[in-house]
């Protein structure tokens, strides 16, 4: 269960973010709601999967996650620049949210 609403956390982030783009400067009404029910829905969301999941794994995985699908999602909906470099550090932050979760030890 922790993980699902650490998931439901990443999610709502993500729409947020990208609803914070589209807002341009929080001058659109409708993308700017989005922001900020997205966020308060991810922070209570990542806040009650920290009940199970530690504190360092969680936001490791919420932050990065989110970083990642982000910037892919930036290119796709935004035309923002795609290059290898950016693939690759994209691919750097996964690599380094799947070392934490399979070095960290288990949830309380």
Do not use: N
Request: neutral net charge.
């Amino acid at each position: 269960m922790p993980w699902i609403l650490l998931s439901a956390a990443i999610a709502t982030e993500i729409v947020a973010t990208v609803c914070l783009k589209a807002s341009d400067g929080l001058t659109k009404l409708w993308p700017s709601v989005v922001v900020v029910i997205g966020y308060v829905a991810s922070f209570v969301l990542l806040a009650r999967a920290l009940k199970q999941v530690e504190v360092g794994v969680a936001y490791a995985v919420w932050s990065a996650v989110g970083t990642a699908a982000v910037a892919v999602l930036g290119i796709w909906f935004f035309d923002e620049s795609a290059t290898w470099a950016k693939a690759f550090w994209i691919g750097v932050i996964i690599v380094g949210v799947v070392g934490l979760q399979v070095s960290g030890s288990s949830s309380h």
